[in-house]
């Protein structure tokens, strides 16, 4: 992504790859599980949302990095359809968060030029922030730059389950016949739709999970967890998900290694 001049603070100066990265070899597209926001705030004793917000500047920054580096695509996990289930406090601060966040951030997206798409149920969102979440889509749609997907109110098989009823409701009317359904014809049903699968999956706070994320989109995804929680996330831990991806082979179920 061509980015201009840093002219406002919300822009921060563009960083190489690093040069231990063989920049041929990066995963296209970078899946996040953001974890570990409360432990770090419980952690200094502070209030969970603190650990949301530093987690917000924590995003931001890996984009840039993402883009900088050379990464096309970055799609992180912000509320899962199990996160309702979290007292009413707190879902209504992320709620509120995501609105602040989506109505600050927006002209410094556009500037740098990044497509931002927002993944999930989102009609089961407030709708200040739906209208949010539409504005910010169609002014960055026709953008050149890093796609950023937003998994909001996501679960994996929620998106599986509708996948299917698409496909099936279109079968029930005599527009699909059950033979030409494949894995491709599938994967236009997701709403990662026309976006490559995921190659790096990393996820912080060292839980070794999927928790519902992008289940049929991660097939195939190198998995990375690291220790550190999501606000302590940085351009190191980012380079070492990257250094342990490029160290793996990619086999795809065959036996020698594939570079897609
Ligand atoms: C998981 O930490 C994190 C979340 C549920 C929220 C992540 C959301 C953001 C960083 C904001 C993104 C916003 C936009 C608009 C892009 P946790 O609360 O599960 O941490 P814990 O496991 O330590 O309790």
Partial sequence: MSRPTATSTNLSPTSVCPAELDPARLPVHVAVIMDGNGRWAESR???????HRAGVEVLKSTLRLCSD???EALTAYAFST???????DEVNSLMTLFERVLQKELRSL???KVRIRFLGDLDGLPEKLQNLIDDATERTADNSGIHFNVCTNYGGRRELVRAAQSLAQRAAKGDLSPEAIDENSFSRELFTAGEQDPDLLIRT???YRISNFLLWQLA?????????????????TLKQALLDYQGR???FGGLDPITP
């Fill in 69 to 71: 580096w050379g990464i």
């Fill in 45 to 51: 004793g502070l209030p969970r949302l603190m650990g």
């Fill in 249 to 251: 082979n990619r086999r």
């Fill in 205 to 207: 706070s060292g839980e």
């Fill in 110 to 112: 556009e500037q740098e």
């Fill in 220 to 236: 195939y995804a190198e998995i990375h967890v690291t220790d550190v929680f999501w606000p302590d996330f940085n351009a190191n």
């Fill in 82 to 88: 199990e996160n309702w289930s979290r007292p009413g």
